[in-house]
């Protein structure tokens, strides 16, 4: 399962990089069109994915949120990322997080990358994480 995530590499990022367009689109209000046919770019590129493949995706999103402490401040919006120590390694860091989504469907799986609103920067940490 490391290896494939480490093959997907690119293509995480290809869907980090589409997020960010999305989002500089949206802060630069280039018009509701732009950013659908972004978004559709985006759809298009996780349903183009293959089940297993969708699966590594999920598993680094939830390292990535779930590896790492947050500290949310009660005032305002600011969540703090604590770099908490990780015992594992990358292997069983993705078998421990996987254990639950391989009972999902290949919908299940797209439909939860597609519609989760923090997948750039879950990816990210975790690829970071996962060293890839």
Do not use: W
């Not at 779930?66 to 120590?85: K, N, Q």
């Not at 990358?90 to 078998?95: G, S, T, W």
Request: overall charge negative.
């Amino acid at each position: 399962m490391y290896s494939l995530a480490k093959q997907l590499a690119g293509r995480m990022k290809a869907i980090m990089d589409i997020e960010s367009e999305i989002a500089e689109a949206e802060r630069n209000q280039q018009g509701e069109e732009f950013v659908r046919d972004l978004e559709q770019k985006r759809s298009e590129l996780i349903k183009n994915f293959t089940r297993d493949e969708l699966l590594v995706i999920t598993t680094v999103m939830e390292v990535g949120q779930s590896e790492r402490g947050y500290r949310h401040y009660f005032d305002s919006d600011d969540v703090e990322l604590i770099y908490l120590p990780i015992e594992l390694n990358e292997h069983e860091l993705m078998k421990k997080y996987s254990h639950f989504l391989v009972h999902k469907t290949k919908q299940e799986l797209a439909d939860g990358i597609e519609y989760h609103t923090l997948v750039s920067s879950f990816l990210k940490e975790g690829m970071e994480i996962l060293k890839i």
